[in-house]
């Protein structure tokens, strides 16, 4: 299987997109489009040509470059069922759902559903580069928030991502690792993983290095929304003997007002 190369596009005050590059093919995917510019200089300096969009929600700051870098490279704008019925994902090609697949060249992408950020919201999963693109729903150190499903919901989401296989690598949308390891270390601060975590991303955020990928078995070890089982998260919270997701439901309502 040939290489397939990847390339981290800060955007905005915090958004990644992800260009995917693969050799074989000269295929070329981003994954989410915050705005065109950086996407297209980006490009430009690799010399690719884009020929996948995919969109992980219809948020703005994940879409808004989809025509703009459709027309400039023809490329097929990939999104959820669920916002291509809403009619919410400019330039939309294909409408994808949980299960389906899409390959770049040789790379397999699943398709998982993942409601609670938003309904429609998608992650992509490439299980032979062991990498993950899980827009807002998953975050290193952190999740998105409910804009649109509820707590169970969310948490089923978040369940699903943290049985992917531990040497996953985790991309997200934004750089909130920082902010989210405060308000982790404030849930869970005798975890030495987690402290350890965040003395490497301060360290990052100086040398103004992006906090990702991250993989998904030190996130599992980390990061208190995939932990709802902790012990001393549940003590903190007052929170013994309930299901995962009420603890994850009383989390996210605490990190909402942090
Ligand atoms: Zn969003």
């Not at 994954?31 to 490009?43: H, N, Q, S």
């Not at 990061?223 to 299901?243: C, H, K, T, W, Y």
Request: charged share 30%; hydrophobic share 35%; with cysteine.
């Amino acid at each position: 299987m040939s290489a397939l190369r990847v390339r981290l596009v800060p955007c905005r005050s915090d958004n990644y997109a992800v260009l995917l590059h693969d050799e074989d093919s000269g295929e070329t995917a981003v994954v989410d489009t915050p705005e065109t510019e950086p996407i297209a200089a980006a490009l430009e300096e690799e010399g690719w040509r884009l020929t996948h969009i995919l969109n992980t929600h219809h948020h703005g700051d994940h879409v808004a470059g989809n025509r703009a870098l459709k027309e400039r490279h023809g490329a097929t704008v990939y999104g959820s069922e669920y916002d291509a019925k809403k009619g919410r994902v400019p330039g939309l090609d294909v409408a994808l759902k949980d299960g389906d697949g899409l390959r770049l060249g040789d790379h397999r992408f699943d398709v998982i559903a993942v409601p609670g950020h938003t309904l429609g919201h998608i992650a992509y999963y490439a299980c032979d580069a062991k990498m993950l693109f899980a827009g807002d729903t998953l975050f290193s150190l952190g999740c998105g928030r409910l804009f649109e499903g509820d707590a169970e919901m969310m948490w089923h989401s978040l369940d699903l991502l943290r049985h992917l296989p531990d040497d996953t690598q985790l991309y997200c949308g934004h750089e909130y690792t920082l902010s989210n390891g405060e308000f982790a270390l404030e849930v869970e601060p005798g975890n030495a993983a987690l402290r350890e975590r965040v003395e490497e991303v301060r360290e990052l955020m100086r040398q103004r290095r992006p906090s990702i990928p991250v993989s998904i078995g030190r996130e599992k070890a980390t990061n208190p929304f995939l932990r709802p089982q902790s012990a001393e998260i549940r003590d903190r919270l007052g929170l013994e003997g309930v299901e995962n997701w009420r603890v994850f439901a009383a989390l996210r309502e605490r990190k909402d007002a942090f």
